[in-house]
């Protein structure tokens, strides 16, 4: 009785406590990094595949639990990080119809994984993830829930949570722009329209628009990286008559790829995957949006290293950057409109060199409302981590996100 008292004590004073590796004198199990908590790191073989890519989130709303969710090879692989130390691989949901491929994207709407690749044949798999809670003997094989055959390929997706719409990206429909799906039954996606004036699309974020711009509050609004060398900004409300507010070229442009705008939704920072081949270092590139009709390359930030930048999300007034032979890197949102962009924190996944090779870090998830960020990497696997803001922001703790939004898409 006594043991079980002194346990029970334990608990309560660590409920809530996620430990882990410090980053001290640079380093964290051979990794080099900057205020950083390496909670936990699974290689590919822990994780069973080949290779990983993209990569998302989802809390379980009846459990709290916290779980990863990771493109691969050969399917989807399950991490739950209820123990975040150690987490568990729950099991992988092969692709649709054996159709392998690393380009695998998802992203997560009302506890189903909308799940896509670019591999002809592959379609949209829909994932329960409340399946996840039954896991008893780990790892084992999902079926998918339902599939959508709208599209046969697809290089990526986006959800926008507040409307119920996903946004297939740079299929073999609508021109390769965006391919409009009603997931708000998500075991019924429905098809709505395209919207392709654009061309080829390589990715977006679309949300309900309560920036500075009156003229469009209210309105669903798309900030897409359009790949002939500019940044579209487009009106979704209207399925059927989609509107193209502008099209935004910028110097340097080679493969517009991927950005996020900022929670005022006064600026949009957006990465070029190819303009690091031209010699430059890696480029954040921060547009002013806050007149939709006419944005503007406000300014442009530049970090000391060469490594070609990937995919990059905003929480708060951070800015969390996968840019694979770099790994991991936060920046903190200054001065925008002066391109104000400060690394408070970085774990470099590949630090044997920062080239331009497009791999290592492809992905990161900074929403989880507990703090920790996941990351993939192309040979290194998955890494969960803890950053530490305290030096910079307010002398708020590793453990305290009080200046993170709660917002998550």
Request: glycine fraction near 10%; charge should be negative.
């Amino acid at each position: 009785m006594r043991n079980w008292f002194l346990w029970m004590v334990f608990l309560s004073l660590t409920s809530g406590t996620v430990f882990g590796e410090e980053c001290v004198g640079g380093m964290v199990q051979g990794y080099s990094c900057s205020n950083v908590t390496l909670v936990s790191h699974l290689t590919l073989a822990d994780l069973g595949t080949s290779t990983v890519s993209d990569n998302w989130g989802w809390e379980d709303p009846a459990t709290g639990i916290e779980y990863a969710i990771l493109a691969a090879f050969d399917g989807t692989i399950f991490v739950s990080l209820e123990d975040p130390e150690n987490p568990v691989v729950l099991g992988r949901l092969p692709s649709h119809n054996g159709f392998d491929t690393r380009l695998r994207d998802l992203k997560v709407y009302a506890n189903y994984a909308f799940i896509v690749a670019d591999k002809l044949g592959h379609g949209m798999q829909v994932f329960d993830l409340t399946e996840l809670r039954s896991v008893v003997t780990p790892p084992v094989v999902f079926s998918e829930t339902v599939h959508y055959n709208g599209f046969s390929e697809t290089h990526n997706i986006a959800i926008n949570p507040d409307s119920g719409f996903g946004y297939a990206v740079g299929s073999d429909d609508c021109s390769q722009g965006l391919h409009m799906i009603d997931i708000s039954t998500p075991l019924i996606p429905v098809f709505v329209g395209c919207y392709s004036e654009a061309g080829h699309i390589h990715d977006t974020v679309c949300q309900i628009y309560q920036g500075p711009d009156l003229d469009h509050q209210g309105k669903e609004i798309c900030v897409a990286a359009d790949l002939s060398g500019l940044v579209t900004i487009v009106d979704m409300t209207d399925k059927i008559n989609p509107v193209t507010l502008s099209m935004t070229p910028y110097a340097n442009a080679a493969i517009s790829h991927q950005g996020w705008m900022t929670e005022d939704q006064r600026f949009y920072l957006h990465g070029d995957e190819g303009d690091e081949f031209a010699g430059n270092n890696t480029s954040t590139y921060v547009f002013d949006i806050q007149d939709l009709d006419n944005p503007f390359l406000a300014d442009t930030y530049t970090a000391t290293t060469k490594a070609t930048d990937h995919n990059q999300y905003i929480r708060g007034n951070y800015l969390f950057q996968a840019n694979y032979r770099a790994g991991f890197r936060v920046l903190e949102l200054g001065d925008l409109s002066l391109g104000e962009l400060t690394e408070v924190a970085f774990l470099d996944t590949r630090p044997m060199d920062d080239s331009t090779t497009q791999s290592g870090a492809w992905s990161t998830y900074p929403f989880f409302d507990s703090g920790l960020v996941i990351v993939t990497d192309t040979a290194e696997g998955f890494f969960v981590i803890r950053p530490k803001f305290g030096v910079f922001s307010d002398g708020f703790d590793s453990g305290d996100t009080s200046a993170w939004s709660t917002t998550v898409p």
